[in-house]
Each structure stands twice: as C-alpha cells, then as structure tokens.
Nanobody
C-alpha cells in the first residue's frame, strides 16, 4: 500500500513562509486527488487545499491567496507553499490521497507561527 510522508514543517515568524512536501512511496497519479488538512490544538481537522489528478487546485477561504498546492518534476510529491503565515495557521498539517479504493493519510508535520 502507498504511504505518504509529510515534511517541511517548523517554526516561523508571522509573515514568513514554509514549503511542505507530501511524498508518496508509490505513484501518486493513481489517486483522484490529494488534499491538505490541518489540525490546531483543541480544534477539529480542517480542509486546507486540494489538487486533483488533472492538476486542478482549490483552497479554503482562510488560506486563499497565501497558500499554493503544486507538483513539479520530483515524482510522486505534492507541495504546499505557505506564504504570509499568521499565528492562526499554527497546526499539524496532513496530506490525504484519495482514490475509489483507498484513502491514505500521512503522519503530519508541525507548523508553528510565532514571534
């Protein structure tokens, strides 16, 4: 079974940027879509962004214009670029790959926005 591994989280000051990666152990193009979610302490998991297998992207209103989901020449990897970060963006960020027969989550990567 394909496994997902997120990386790229860390501590950043407000206004800063981070680039998160979601690396799949197999072909990520076999999935219909890849979503990014986040979960802040004491809050429910929140959908953040999506990229479909066709490359169509969509975003939650709270991150639109600041976050960008993409893929590049690195095989089987989806990225989430986080710009203009705010303290309220602090959360564990997860990627989630979905197909008709599977729904796979990574272990998450912590993003902390603080001065």
């Amino acid at each position: 079974q394909v496994q997902l591994v997120e990386s790229g989280g860390g501590l950043v000051q407000p206004g800063g940027s981070l680039r998160l990666s979601c690396a799949a152990s197999g072909s990520i193009r076999n999935f219909n879509l890849v979503d990014w979610y986040r979960q802040a302490p004491g809050k429910q998991r929140e959908w953040v962004a999506r990229m479909t297998s066709g490359g169509v992207t969509s975003y939650a209103d709270s991150v639109k214009g600041r976050f960008t989901v993409s893929r590049d020449n690195v095989p089987n990897t989806i990225y989430l670029q986080l710009n203009s970060l705010k303290p309220e963006d602090t959360a564990v960020y997860y990627c989630n790959a979905v197909s008709p027969s599977s729904n796979i989550w990574g272990q998450g990567t912590q993003v902390t926005v603080s001065s």
